[in-house]
């Protein structure tokens, strides 16, 4: 089976699975514990996890039981990583996304993440109870493409917001995903009169020394770009607990006094970022790198995004996020957006830019077919 485990998923061993692999985060501070984590510590021996002394286990797949072919679960590795990616099948008491990210090479025994990529909101600028954890409810599918690649696929009929959307994980040795995100809004009256989309993807961590995100940026309007550490401070009732990192260039979003959901769409004025990629140390000396094809353009931008909700005196738990904006959301249109993750050990701020170069130089000898990526990227080198 080209390495993988039986595609016949018996209901005993669809429940050992899953009591196995179950717990999450929100964005909101909701916790299920997962009974394979100790209460706190970041360097925790789980069943399964693979050591440099022991024979990695099969690689595990649950198939959905309707007979479409889509699977619950799917493990990959390539390289120096191995995942295991998820559907929402059992949402909100386990997120879609990425489950589980181990370094076989540098860091066999240790997990970072408990869930990465997650597909997290689609928020308007005016009050709607949509604005939270859509992506969470309804079929949200995950597809095999290749034995190192998946993609998640959401029609629009099942979105509250009328939109089809695809994300896409590649595998790419030795230590990388590239992942690459596209959708098509059905109905663009949904996103009311500020006329912009914000789509939200979370990176949720386990506990971790450091929460610093650290990217090259301005700290004000006429400073040099320089390296910058943020740690989403409190500021005030937009920023209780985070809040978002805009470009150099780009400009605030406006939304309605009564928002249910402000902090996930106000931006800090300062600092901004002016390279599109960010790293985060974990902890076993690794980095966790997010890097993007764009900025800001006429058309949709990238921010970063870090939330607080889980930093606390006994265990620090940050949540390193980043959103995809749709300036102004027309019907029919397509519109995404490509970028990368690196997970590998940390050896200085100068590497991971050159993880980021060597990726861009790649990205611009080769052809692409994503909406906006011919558009001049704004405040890049």
């Known amino acids: 089976m ?14 050992a699975m899953l009591v196995f692999l179950v717990g999450t985060c929100g964005c909101d501070g909701e916790d299920v514990v ?20 022991t024979v990695p286990r099969p690689l595990m797949a649950v198939p959905r039981e309707d007979g479409s072919g889509d699977f619950e679960m799917l493990e990959m590795s390539s390289g120096d990583l191995r995942v295991a990616a998820w559907d929402n099948t059992y949402s909100p008491g386990r997120l879609s996304g990425l489950r589980s990210l181990l370094n076989l090479r540098d860091a066999p025994d240790y997990d970072a993440f408990r869930v990465a990529l997650n597909f997290e909101h689609v928020i308007s600028g005016h009050n709607r109870p ?15 493409i290749t034995e190192t690649s998946v993609e998640w696929v959401r029609r629009a009929e099942d979105s509250p917001w009328k939109l089809d959307s695809t994300m896409r994980a590649r595998l790419s040795a030795p230590n990388a995903i590239d992942f690459r995100f596209s959708c098509t809004p059905r109905d663009a009256g949904l996103f009311g009169e500020h006329g912009y989309a914000v789509l939200f993807w979370a990176n949720y961590m386990n506990p971790l020394t450091e929460i610093d995100m650290h990217f090259r940026g301005v700290t004000g309007p006429d400073e040099e770009e320089k ?12 920023h209780r607990h985070g809040g978002v ?29 002016t390279r599109p990629f960010y790293y ?19 058309v949709d931008e990238i921010r970063f995004a870090m939330y607080r909700f889980q930093v606390k005196e006994e265990t620090r738990r940050p949540a390193w996020d980043f959103q995809y904006v749709i300036r102004k959301v027309e019907a029919g249109r397509r519109y995404g ?41 704004r405040g890049a080198r």
């Not at 470009?247 to 928002?259: G, I, N, Q, T, V």
């Not at 974990?282 to 353009?297: G, N, P, S």
Request: aromatic residues 12%; positive net charge.
């Open 227 to 238: 390296w910058v550490s943020v740690q989403a401070p409190r500021t005030d009732f937009l």
């Open 130 to 144: 949509a604005n939270d954890f859509s992506p969470r409810h309804g079929p949200y599918r995950l597809k095999q």
């Open 280 to 298: 985060a140390r974990a902890d076993h000396d690794m980095v966790l790198i997010m890097m993007f094809d764009r900025m800001a353009t006429a």
């Open 34 to 53: 997962d009974p394979g984590r100790a209460a706190s510590g970041s360097t925790v021996e789980r069943p399964g996890i693979v050591s440099r002394d």
């Open 337 to 377: 957006f490509s970028g990368r993750l690196v997970y590998k050990k940390f050896a200085g701020a100068a590497d991971c830019e050159s993880e980021y170069e060597r990726w861009r130089a790649g990205r611009d000898q080769s052809s692409t077919d994503l909406p906006s990526a011919n558009l001049r990227t």
């Open 2 to 15: 080209n390495g993988w485990s039986s595609r016949v998923a018996r209901p005993v061993w669809r429940v």
């Open 245 to 273: 990192y805009r470009s150099r260039d780009a400009k605030r979003l406006s939304f309605d006094d009564d928002h249910k959901s402000p902090w996930n769409v106000a931006s800090y004025q300062f600092p901004r970022f």
